[in-house]
């Protein structure tokens, strides 16, 4: 069992930043990797952020890459989402989540998910 909780989300002014924090407990054994979502209201989630255990690499999506930096804190057990030069395009719900398949993949699936932090940016 696992237990993913996102905080940090808010309102924010246009091209503020905000950082969102998931807290991470596993019973067994840590994942290989965790991902940030987001998904806003009838539109298809969409997977900003993945980090990668192993060799602490990140990768991000097209529609965040040079304004979001993934990282995490072991001691803490957080992983954390910051993203500068906020648009309105960024509002929407964001989840964490933990052993995703690749980005790459035709399907997205992900072990564990959190209830999602809300970010709404004002334009």
């Known amino acids: 069992q696992a237990q993913l909780v996102e905080s940090g989300g808010g309102s924010v002014q246009g091209g503020g930043s905000l950082r969102l924090s998931c807290a991470a407990s596993?019973?067994?054994?840590?994942?290989?990797?965790m991902a940030w979502f987001r998904q806003e209201a009838g539109k298809e989630r969409e997977r900003v952020a993945t980090l990668y255990f192993g060799n602490g690499e990140a990768e991000y999506s097209d529609s965040v890459q040079g304004r979001a930096t993934m990282s995490r804190d072991n001691a803490s057990r957080k992983v954390f989402l910051r993203m500068n030069s906020l648009k309105f395009e960024d509002t929407a719900t964001y989840y964490c989540?933990?052993?995703?398949?690749?980005?790459?993949?035709?399907?997205?699936?992900?072990?564990?998910w959190g209830q999602g932090t809300q970010v709404t940016v004002s334009s």
């Open positions: 989540a933990a052993d995703c398949t690749s980005p790459s993949a035709s399907v997205q699936y992900c072990t564990h």
């Open positions: 596993f019973d067994t054994y840590g994942p290989n990797n």
